[in-house]
């Protein structure tokens, strides 16, 4: 019995195909709403609700006009996922995209898996779902990952072994969503990249994220660039005190910054002098951002 729940964790941990492929899944015991191998049904669209838990919020419409040509010419050939809510009713729990492009080809029926599920596994098997077969941007996962760790209660570190990423990594993503709306929407539209906005996370200021986010648009300025006008700007840097000459740094120590930042998931600034003295700078963004590293630090 424990060998069998561990099977079907490590199954939610490979994403919704892993799900579909494991015969032990639960399935609804009326027959009558399965075709002959037991697997897919072809049930009405109209008899279909979306999926309250949908990370996704925009969908890209030409895309969804070529899958939709697609399917008038060779049907809908992956089908998607619901569960029974009652007399002719289901809910969505994965292919919202194939649902609407299916609708926009005129589909009045489409194939479908039937699956039982709570609404704590809606939210996991949509949120996985969708990271692992759809090309989310960065906001869109961040605010996937916000809504898993306060409704389903659960640490960064469970987090990242639910969708098999790093809690460091985890913790960047969610970070984003303390940036600027402006800066969050830039992202959104491929104005500047995840690493940008990384290092525009460790000013203090909004008026110094917005104005070298609005230099890094107009001037199409690289990650790097954007990392040295940071450390120009940020308070903590140029108002350090050395008791020598700064010197440059070593390949050595930008690579442990890098380790670090990637360890802790904020900004880490090394200062080494000539005499091998130096420092080490971690950016924390609240007590609890404080706590968390603190955590790290003792494990």
Do not use: C, W
Not at 95 to 117: F, H, Q, V, W
Request: avoid cysteine; charged fraction near 30%.
């Amino acid at each position: 019995m424990d060998k069998d729940k561990k099977n079907r964790r490590n199954a939610l941990g490979r994403g919704l195909s892993a799900l579909l492929d494991d015969q032990d899944s639960p399935v609804l015991p009326n027959r009558r709403d399965l075709n002959p191998n037991g697997s897919v049904s072809e049930i009405l669209i109209e008899q279909i609700e979306t999926n309250p838990f949908q990370p996704r919020v925009e969908f890209d419409l030409v895309a969804l006009e070529e899958l939709s040509s697609s399917i008038k010419v060779q049907g809908l050939i992956q089908p998607i996922t619901v569960r029974k809510m009652g007399a002719n009713a289901y809910q969505l729990i994965s292919g919202e995209r194939r649902l609407r492009a299916s609708k926009l080809a005129g589909l009045t029926k489409i194939p479908a898996y039937i699956r039982t599920a709570g609404d704590e596994q809606m939210l996991e098997m949509a949120l996985i779902e969708n990271i692992q077969r759809e090309d989310l941007n960065p906001i869109e996962i961040a605010l996937g990952y916000e809504r898993l760790v306060a409704e389903l209660n659960i640490t960064l570190e469970t987090l990242g072994d639910k969708v098999g990423k790093k809690r460091a990594t985890v913790n960047n993503y969610m970070r984003l969503l303390k940036l600027p709306p402006l800066i969050q929407l830039g992202l959104k539209e491929n104005k500047i990249s995840m690493g940008h906005a990384r290092a525009l996370i460790s000013l203090p200021r909004t008026e110094d994220q917005l104005a070298i986010y609005q230099e890094v648009v107009d001037k199409e300025l690289s990650v790097r660039a954007v990392e040295e006008l940071v450390r120009r700007v940020n308070p903590d840097k140029s108002t350090a005190k050395t008791d020598a000459p700064k010197t440059r740094k070593s390949e050595f120590l930008v690579a442990l910054e890098r380790n670090l930042e990637e360890k802790f998931g904020n900004r880490v600034l090394l200062n080494q002098q000539n005499s091998g003295r130096g420092e080490i700078k971690i950016n924390f963004d609240s007590t609890e951002d404080l706590n968390r590293i603190l955590e790290i630090l003792n494990s």
